[in-house]
């Protein structure tokens, strides 16, 4: 009886629904973005493990671009190589907001980086 259960109530959730690892709903444009990011300089390598990409505010301080590492919640600079904005073949931000792609336990070790209006 709880097989049939778990199973009726997760066919009810919608298909086009992507969960990151806090459990917060994303639009899907956004997790098909994650699902496909490669870093930009190669796009040899996936930017995203589904636990360390996520929207992220994004400031100019000092002439740099800097992001709130999501984690420590402290701020860390972007470095230009991990911009999407200096790509050979730059990808536009999904939803028109900031994305980031950095180590939970490191925000000095950032993959990726989209920017979105106003970054």
Known sequence: MIKAIILSVSLLIPIQEHRHPDGVVQDPRVAEFYETWREPQTRKTYCCSK????????????????????????????????????????????????????NPNNGNLVYCAVLGEGG
């Open 51 to 102: 636990q360390d990409c996520y929207s992220a505010e994004v400031r100019l301080r000092n002439g740099r671009r800097e992001y709130l590492h999501k984690w420590s919640g402290q701020w860390f600079t972007l470095p230009d190589t991990v911009l999407e904005a200096y790509s050979p073949d730059p990808r536009e931000s999904p939803d028109g907001g900031n994305h980031v792609c950095a």
